[in-house]
């Protein structure tokens, strides 16, 4: 079964650019998480999909940030104007939909983006 | 509110020595408990997990129980090997919700 797919795994842009991150969570997982992962902390989430829906996106940054999941698949993060504090391992995860609080969680492998 | 306070690394240790990371919640209601673990060049995945009071999650000879009265998720081994170099990260989801609330990670690094 092939993993949580990200890319690109590497980003370096100024301030004030935008940049846009892709994934393609595990064949049939209807939940979709993204968490930003800031160099020493732990991963905090930004946006939870059921599908095409938005679950939770109480921690987006929304006047800078914006995330998209159309067709329930895949699933596009977007910064525009990207700061220095962006700067971050961005994860993509996914989940059965009726995996409820104690499932396990499927991990992309991130992409890094540098903000100079 | 939710959170999670592990233990600050790094930790390094010697190949065979016994293994504590410490980690402490603060959350309502019942979350459930995870340990994560990244190794060098890979993506986040699962080590073990429990659910419920005084449940023992158990993976790879690592083992967590879950202490409600002290709060508590302590990832122990008995003798760590070079292959569990990695960083560790302590995690919840509070009651009847699925995301993750991460601790701040600690990075274990095994010497031979």
């Known amino acids: 079964e092939a993993g949580v797919a990200q890319s690109p795994r590497y980003k370096i842009i100024e301030k004030r650019q935008s940049v846009a991150f892709w994934c393609n969570p595990i064949?049939?997982?209807?939940?979709l998480y993204w968490y930003q992962q800031i160099l020493g902390q732990g991963p905090k989430l930004l946006i939870q999909?059921?599908?095409?829906?938005?679950?939770?996106d109480s921690q987006l940054p929304k006047d800078r940030f914006s995330a998209e999941r159309l067709k329930g698949v895949d699933s596009t993060l977007k910064i525009q104007p990207a700061k220095l504090e962006d700067s971050a391992v961005y994860l993509c995860?996914?989940?059965?939909?009726?995996?409820?609080?104690?499932?396990?969680?499927?991990f992309g492998p991130g992409t890094r983006l540098t903000v100079l | 509110g939710n959170s999670v306070t592990q233990m600050e690394g790094p930790v390094t240790l010697s190949e065979e020595a016994f293994l504590t990371i410490n980690c402490t919640y603060t959350?309502?209601?019942?979350?459930?408990l995870f340990w994560y673990v990244q190794y060098p060049g890979e993506g986040l995945q699962l080590l073990l997990k429990?659910?419920?009071?005084?449940d023992k999650g158990s993976n790879k000879g690592f083992e967590a129980t879950y202490r409600k009265e002290t709060t508590s998720f302590h990832l122990e081994k008995g003798s760590v090997q070079v292959s569990d170099s990695a960083v560790y990260f302590c995690?919840?989801?509070?009651?009847?919700?699925?995301?993750?609330?991460f601790g701040t990670g600690t990075r274990l690094t095994v010497i031979p």
């Open positions: 995860a996914s989940t059965p939909l009726r995996q409820g609080p104690s499932g396990t969680q499927y």
């Open positions: 995690a919840l989801t509070k009651t009847g919700a699925n995301n993750l609330f």
């Open positions: 064949s049939g997982h209807a939940t």
């Open positions: 959350a309502t209601g019942y979350p459930s």
């Open positions: 999909f059921q599908n095409n829906g938005v679950v939770d």
């Open positions: 429990a659910t419920k009071a005084d």
